[in-house]
T-cell receptor
Framework: DAKTTQPTSMDCAEGRAANLPCNHS???????VYWYRQIHSQGPQYIIH???NNETNEMASLIITEDRKSSTLILPHATLRDTAVYYC???????????FGKGTKLSVKP | DGGITQSPKYLFRKEGQNVTLSCEQN?????MYWYRQDPGQGLRLIYY???????QKGDIAEGYSVSREKKESFPLTVTSAQKNPTAFYLC?????????????FGEGSRLTVL
């Protein structure tokens, strides 16, 4: 089962890369790691997910360590609109129910 | 366009009344979820359903009930047994039953109990 831990908050300067870490030391071999973000009072938005290879899409990059015990979400050029709570999650339980923790509150500052 | 629709967006109720929140999806997704979010907190799982006519309790199911009579609908009832029902409620769905892939969320329903 994949239980995840993330820092409570992080700051990033506008235009710089935001690197958000996540530990998932209990993840099993066939469990994906997912990243979502939530802007205040809206439903969470999917960002990216991966299994063991690094992934990139138009929103972000996901770097997963070789042992799969941790990953980093990278927003290459953070903007003020990237200010949000970022959740790293993995399926838990035999039914694969997705569990969200408190996430990391990212504040992008001018 | 396909998506998840939650209604109502805002709801006020008196203490002791049951309240039903609607969640409808036209994505043809198999699994649906209900989460609760309190101010400054993460999402906590209330109930989830992998297929029609089947659902499972999440971490905080007490005081809530659900039904899944149709694939596209997963209503949540907040009963009078729920001690602190004031919260932001989010419904989500995902294709397949193994919880792999992208979760789609509705815009949420904010319930305030007076």
């Amino acid at each position: 089962d994949a239980k995840t831990t993330q820092p409570t908050s992080m700051d990033c300067a506008e235009g710089r890369a935001a690197n958000l870490p996540c530990n998932h030391s209990t993840i099993s071999g066939n469990e994906y790691v997912y990243w979502y973000r939530q802007i205040h009072s809206q439903g969470p938005q999917y960002i990216i997910h991966g299994l063991k290879n690094n992934e990139t899409n138009e929103m972000a990059s996901l770097i997963i360590t070789e042992d799969r015990k941790s990953s980093t979400l990278i927003l290459p050029h953070a903007t003020l609109r990237d200010t949000a709570v970022y959740y790293c999650i993995g399926p838990e339980g035999s039914q694969g129910n997705l569990i969200f923790g408190k996430g990391t509150k990212l504040s992008v500052k001018p | 366009d396909g998506g998840i629709t939650q209604s109502p967006k805002y709801l006020f109720r008196k203490e002791g009344q049951n309240v039903t929140l609607s969640c409808e999806q036209n994505l043809n997704h198999d699994a649906m979820y209900w989460y609760r979010q309190d101010p400054g907190q993460g999402l906590r799982l209330i109930y989830y359903s992998q297929i029609v006519n089947d659902f499972q309790k999440g971490d905080i199911a007490e005081g809530y009930s659900v039904s899944r009579e149709k694939k596209e609908s997963f209503p949540l009832t907040v009963t009078s047994a729920q001690k602190n029902p004031t919260a932001f409620y989010l419904c989500a769905s995902i294709r397949g039953t193994g919880a792999t892939g992208e979760l789609f969320f509705g815009e949420g329903s904010r319930l305030t109990v007076l």
